[in-house]
């Protein structure tokens, strides 16, 4: 593997298990699953940002990756037959920027209304992979900014996302959980009264968007495009069930957190993320402790 700042071999994937100070070793059902899934000569691991590789955190632009799953990312882009990609509700201007993808990596913004299939360079510019809305479309989402504002302004701690797609409102801030989830009550209702916006629902979030696109979408216009053999595919929220549910035999699929879910398989928390993702870097090296010539 190069030497790109983060895991480089596995004697580094091995000291990371051992330093990171948490037991979140994946059970064996999926330790096998990760095994069959890296065995296939070529394959997409696609992830979420919030509430997956990063935590959730009340400030949104102050997410980042957890450092061992940033680790692992890195590792993982680096070998040959695999390609890492970001699938999330992120604009991607924003997710460039909060999640720092390592070169070559591919990135699905916008719950799938954007998509940046050249590969992540530190050259990228924001117009790569941007979202172009119709007349109708462009009206619609000033008008999902307008009622988001005014109403985020009543509620101390509520705040709108302005994404290109549309609008989010976030409540993760409100100290009245009660208070934040009547916000989003209300946020819901002027979204429906705005013609071609639909509403999408997320952890003290609520999205309203003018393009219709699923994460599944853009797993699946991915998986097209690299001309994967087989997906692996974590997330942690209700829009990431779209991208579960069109995960196929041979596929494997990681949901992080509580809930209900179309996911085979579950971790606790973000920071467990890692070790799944240096379970593929280990049997994709082929469980050496030697690095490989690349």
Known sequence: MRDSGGIRDIRDIR?????????ASPSAELSGALERFAAHRQVLVCLDFDG????????????????????????LADLDGVTVAYVSGRPLETLRRLASPPPGSLLIGSHGAEADLQ?????DGAHVGSLELTADQSRARSRLLELFEDLASEVDGA??????????????RVPDEQLGDALLDRAR???????????????????AVVVQATKGEGIERLRAHVSADAVFFAGDDVTDEHGFAVLREGDVGVKVGPGETAAGHRIDAPEDLAAVLREIVRARDGGTDAPRDR
């Open 15 to 23: 000291d990371a298990d051992s330093a990171d100070g948490r037991d």
């Open 52 to 75: 997956c590789v990063a935590e959730l955190v009340p400030d949104a632009d102050a997410a980042r990756p957890v450092p061992a799953t940033a680790a692992a990312i890195e590792a």
């Open 119 to 123: 590969g992540v360079s530190p050259a």
């Open 159 to 172: 705040w709108v996302e302005h994404k290109p797609a549309g609008a989010g409102m976030h409540v993760r």
């Open 189 to 207: 209702v002027a979204a429906e009264g705005v013609r071609g916006a639909q509403a999408k629902s997320g952890k003290r979030v609520l999205e």
